[in-house]
C-alpha cells in the first residue's frame, strides 16, 4: 500500500533542479524516516557510493526483499528517498546511494552530460562502428555491482530489485542486463537503453529479470520514442516487460508510483 502521493517536476534547461511536492501522508513518511527509519553510509563497502538507508529491519535479520533506488542526472543524491519512504513495508530494505560524480547546484550524476562524450543510446541491437564503453558508464555499474554485492552477502535477499528514473533508470537497465550480482526485477522510468547495454542483451544467463518500463508521451527531456524503442528492444530478446506509458511528462506521477508497488510486492 503506497502511502501518500509524490508529484514531481523537472527542469534541466536552468541546471536540472528537481522538486517534489509532498501531500500529507509523505510529509508524515518523511519525518518517520529522518526520526528513526533512515541510516546513512559512506563509502565502502558500498562500491564507494554514500548510500540512505531505509527499513525497519534489525541488522542482524536475513532474507526479505532488498529494493536499490537510483536518481536521476543533476538531483540531490537523496532525492528519491520519499520513494522508498512510499513504498516501506515490513520485511524490504531500501539502499538509496548517491551518483558519484558531482553537479552544478550540489546534484550528482552517474556520468556527465557532455555533449561530445556522453553515452549514445541504443537505436538498435547492434553496436555502432567504433563504438568505445563510456568509462564513466563502467564507473558507476561497478560502483552500483558493488553495491548490490555487499547487500546480498549481508542480508541474503530472497529478491534484489532496482528501481531507477531518467539517468538512473538507464542505470538501472544495465546493471540487471549485466547480470552480475544477479536482480530479479527492474523499475525503469523515463529511461532508455544506452549502447553500452546492448552486448548484454544477448549475454547467456539462467534467468531474465523482469522489467517495469514507464514513460511520458510528452517528455520533453527523453523522448517517448526512446522509452518505446527500449521495451522493443527487452521484448525481442525475450525479456518480459510490464509497459505503463502515460499523458506527462518526465516525471513519476501517482497511477505510475502505484504501479510500481504492484509489481515488486504483488
Known sequence: MIRGVLDRTISVDRGSYVKWQRTGEVRQADRMLSAHMTQVDNGQPWGGLKVVRVSD??????????????????????????????????????????????????????????????????????????????????????????????VVDRYAPTTVALVGFSQGAMLAIDVALAGEPAVQLVVAMSGVLLMDSVPALTAPRSTKPRFLLSHGRQDPVVPFPNGTRAKDLLEKHGFSVTWRPFEGGHEIPAPVLADVDRFLFS
Do not use: C, K
Open 57 to 150: 529491519m534489525g541488522e542482524d535479520e536475513r532474507g526479505g526483499s532488498a529494493v536499490v533506488v537510483l536518481h536521476g542526472w543533476g538531483a540531490p543524491g537523496d532525492d528519491l528517498v520519499p520513494i522508498a519512504g512510499a513504498l516501506r513495508r515490513p520485511g524490504v530494505r531500501f539502499f538509496v546511494p548517491a551518483a558519484p560524480l558531482p553537479e552544478m547546484g550540489g546534484g550528482r550524476a552517474w556520468w556527465h552530460l557532455d555533449p561530445y562524450a556522453r553515452p549514445p543510446h541504443a537505436s538498435t541491437d547492434q553496436l555502432a562502428p567504433g563504438f568505445q564503453p563510456n568509462p564513466e558508464v563502467v564507473a558507476s555499474r561497478a560502483a552500483l555491482q558493488a553495491l548490490i554485492a555487499t
